[in-house]
């Protein structure tokens, strides 16, 4: 069965038209939270040794695919993150962040996953 264009404009998602909802990848949407056009402009700035601070993806039911898309391409570029408590994230890679941000996260994450030998941290 096939849709004619009266039926798609009628079909919506929530109060929107299909054809109006914009679906925007979490590193994109993180990208222009930061100023810049995309993912990838980005990248290219983090690998000229800058640290991209923008806005996290927000964590809520509907939101935990954004989420793990996200880390999942951070994983995947071979990227640092550190997040702050109100919603942003610095991603770059680790060698550009300040040492002091990486020393206070270092400490930050020792408090809340002790370590009980060299293997990392207990259960």
Request: charged share 20%; with cysteine; glycine share 8%.
């Given at each position: 069965?096939?849709?004619?264009?009266?039926?798609?404009?009628?079909?919506?998602?929530?109060?929107?038209?299909?054809?109006?909802?914009?679906?925007?990848?979490?590193?994109?949407?993180?990208?222009?939270?930061?100023?810049?056009?995309?993912?990838?402009?980005?990248?290219?700035?983090?690998?000229?040794?800058?640290?991209?601070?923008?806005?996290?993806?927000?964590?809520?039911?509907?939101?935990?695919?954004?989420?793990?898309l996200f880390h999942e391409q951070i994983s995947k570029e071979g990227l640092f993150t550190i997040t702050d408590d109100l919603?942003?994230?610095?991603?770059?890679?680790?060698?550009?962040?300040?040492?002091?941000?990486?020393?206070?996260?270092?400490?930050?994450?020792?408090?809340?996953?002790?370590?009980?030998?060299?293997?990392?941290?207990?259960?």
């Amino acid at each position: 069965m096939s849709m004619n264009n009266r039926d798609r404009n009628a079909y919506s998602l929530g109060s929107l038209p299909v054809s109006k909802v914009k679906i925007v990848h979490p590193c994109n949407a993180f990208a222009q939270s930061a100023g810049y056009e995309s993912w990838v402009s980005a990248v290219a700035s983090m690998k000229q040794g800058n640290v991209v601070l923008g806005q996290a993806p927000r964590a809520g039911a509907r939101s935990m695919l954004d989420i793990q898309l996200f880390h999942e391409q951070i994983s995947k570029e071979g990227l640092f993150t550190i997040t702050d408590d109100l919603g942003f994230v610095s991603v770059g890679f680790r060698e550009n962040f300040p040492a002091d941000m990486v020393s206070r996260w270092e400490q930050e994450c020792a408090k809340h996953f002790p370590r009980d030998d060299d293997n990392g941290p207990s259960p």
